[in-house]
Every structure is written in C-alpha cells, then in structure tokens.
C-alpha cells in the first residue's frame, strides 16, 4: 500500500520520480526534511522567515517564528529568519556558505495568509542552486490542492528539493510525509518511524486521491475560491482579503474575535483566525459556489447587525 501510495501521489502532484518517506504529522515531516538537508549538504544551519508556523516539535518548532511555543531549549538551534519576499534578506544568510536549507511555506497560514510572490520563489530557488542550499517547502497547510494547484508552490513553476505534506493527505486520520527529490540518496537507518505508514492511514490517503481526482476538487477549488475572493462583502471593517483557493484571510481594521462569535452562535459558521484582526477561511475543498454564497450572505449580515 504505501508504494502504490507513493506512486499515486507522484502521478498526483507530477513528482513521479521522486521517493516519499511517510510519518504522522505535518511537525515530523519538517523535522525529518531538516535532517535529510543536513545529511545531504553536512550543514547545520536553517533559514527560515518571519511569521512562519512549521510545528512544535523541536526543530520544527525552532524555526518557526513564535517564541510563545519555544522552550529554552529549542534555542539550540542554528536557525536565522529572513523576510519574506525580500531575496537580499535571503542572499545575506546564504552567502556565509553554512546552510542546510531553507524552508517556507508559499502561503503562510497562522502567520496570517501571506503569500510568497512568483518572483520570490523563482529568484529563492535560484539562490538555492547558486548556494547549494537545500529548498524545503512546507506544503501542509497550503499544499494538497487548497490553492487550486497540488501544491501552492507549483503555480510560480519552481521544483524544490524536499516537499513536507500532512493534513489534508487522510482526511484527518494522522498521517504526514516527505517528498524527496532523485538529488537524495537515501540510506538504511537515516529516517525512520513507527507508525509512519500504517494500513489504515494508507487506506484513508489513498481514499482523499482517489476522490480528489475524480470529483476534479482541484477545478473546483479553483472555482469556488475565485467566487468567494470576489464576493466577500465590502465593509470599512475590512482592510484586505488575500489568499488563494479556498486558503483565505480577510483583514479586518479591528478585532474579529466579536465577529467570530456571532458567525457561530447566531449563523452556525466556523470560522478559523490568525493573530486577533483576520478571519483565516479554510474550507473543505468540496465547497460549492451555494456553500461560498450562504457564507457570504451571513458575514453580511453579521457585518451590518
């Protein structure tokens, strides 16, 4: 099953050749990405960015920009954050000849649906190669068709070197993995894992391709979330609604935790939120365009209450 899964999700996401070593979370997908970098260059040194959420387990919690989750030890760690979308903050850190890898999301979700440009991923990926630093994307969030592609980071045309996914991959059953491209030769004993890859979360990853291919959820992602990005209420609460797909936030210039409430106690709509002024929409990816209506419709009306 997990070879059969393996090539079903290469076939999926176009990676076909490359290897997928299975985990259970999206935390242990970055944690072992991290190392497989650090094994492949024998560097110890992580770029990361401001306002990235990579997990909470050691290392990936270290680079994941929240000193509230990070105990004192994770301090351990060599890690340095760079800014998003500026390539000279990026190049700065690379040019000292001592990083692993650099790891982003191409649509950051806690740190508040920011996105990196098209421009930035291709000129990251050339610094990467220049570099010889590995490019991890972290596509547990973003990734596994929420944007309307696969993977988010597929829309600015770039391959990275190492892809984290989770989440989406079960449809809630635990379940995590890493892509690694053919650049990697993997060796017995480098990774391993209990759970990773046991039957009944092959059985469910299996289910969630099988179904996002013949539902075409992807076309239908891609659908819905333009609608919904078109017909978010206008509002002088609303400063800006970003995102991709059905990964949205909406920006409010105050606040949101009141509007939250009333959405769920008063329209029985959940909600999710980054920081205290954004609404962060994260949709199943079977939303229809009269599910995106019925939402719209109560924010309204929550709105002019």
């Given at each position: 099953m997990q070879e059969d899964l393996a090539r079903k999700l ?59 989750i990070q105990a004192p030890f994770n301090a351990h760690h ?228």
């Amino acid at each position: 099953m997990q070879e059969d899964l393996a090539r079903k999700l290469g076939q999926a996401c176009g990676y076909e050749d490359w290897s997928l070593f299975l985990v259970n979370s999206g935390a242990e997908a970055n944690e072992n990405a991290l190392k497989l970098a650090s094994f492949h260059t024998g560097r110890d040194k992580i770029v990361a960015f401001h306002g990235a959420f990579h997990g909470r387990t050691s290392g990936a919690v270290a680079v994941t920009d929240n000193p509230k989750i990070q105990a004192p030890f994770n301090a351990h760690h060599k890690v340095a954050f760079a800014t998003l979308n500026d390539l000279d903050s990026v190049e700065q850190e690379l040019r000292g000849g001592d990083v692993a890898a650099v790891i982003l999301e191409a649509i950051q979700g806690v740190g508040g649906i920011r996105i990196a440009t098209d421009e930035f991923l291709q000129g990251l990926r050339a610094l990467c190669t220049k570099y010889g630093t590995v490019l991890i994307m972290d596509e547990v969030q973003c990734g596994y068709g929420r944007t309307g592609w696969f993977f988010a980071h597929q829309k600015a045309g770039i391959t990275p070197d190492l892809v984290s996914v989770a989440k989406g991959m079960a449809n809630g059953f635990p379940i995590g993995g890493v892509l690694i491209s053919p650049e990697f030769k993997a060796t017995k004993g480098m990774l391993g894992t209990t759970f990773g890859g046991n039957y009944l979360a092959m059985a469910g990853a299996h289910a969630v391709l099988d179904i996002i291919r013949k539902e075409n959820l992807l076309e239908n992602v891609s659908r819905t979330g333009a609608w919904l990005k078109a017909n978010i209420p206008t509002s002088p609460l609303i400063k800006e609604v970003r995102g991709e797909g059905l990964m949205l936030g909406i920006e409010f210039t105050q606040p949101v935790a009141d509007i939250r409430k009333k959405l769920l106690f008063e329209k029985h709509i959940f909600t999710g939120v980054s920081g205290t002024s954004m609404i962060r929409l994260l949709a199943p990816l079977v939303l229809s365009v009269d599910d995106a209506a019925i939402f719209v419709q109560a924010l309204k009306e929550v709105l002019n209450a």
